[in-house]
């Protein structure tokens, strides 16, 4: 069983930065796709950015040039460092990961595509 906590949310001013981290249990993250997604308050769930298991990134448009995902393989935990933070990015964010091992270099930006969720972390940008 894969399980995926969160952690590093808080509230901070539009400008600021953050980093969640996303710990997990069960898989070895370095061999294996991950996920950001984010929702906010009476929206869907909204795809943030992926890195495969290869490390190809792929982020949304609304985040790309200001988060940057990473991961470290020998704390099995993926990072989203968060800059330049904008009222409009205030959300619930979650880690996801797939339910299986993909061995070619995927892009997946579906809530669908992904079985494993955590428990989301709140971010609020004031402005």
């Known amino acids: 069983q894969v399980q995926l906590v969160e952690s590093g949310g808080g509230l901070v001013q539009a400008g600021g930065s953050l980093r969640l981290s996303c710990a997990a249990s069960g898989r070895t993250l370095s061999s294996s796709a991950m996920a950001w997604f984010r929702q906010a308050p009476g929206q869907e769930r909204e795809f943030v950015v992926t890195?495969?298991?290869?490390?190809?990134?792929y982020y949304a448009n609304s985040v790309k040039g200001r988060f940057t995902i990473s991961r470290d393989n020998a704390k099995n935990t993926v990072y989203l460092q968060m800059n330049s933070l904008k009222p409009e990015d205030t959300a619930v964010y979650y880690c996801a990961a797939p339910s299986r091992i993909y061995s070619g270099d995927y892009f997946f930006t579906e809530p669908s595509d992904y079985a494993y969720w955590g428990q989301g972390t709140q971010v609020t940008v004031s402005s």
């Open positions: 890195i495969t298991w290869r490390s190809s990134t």
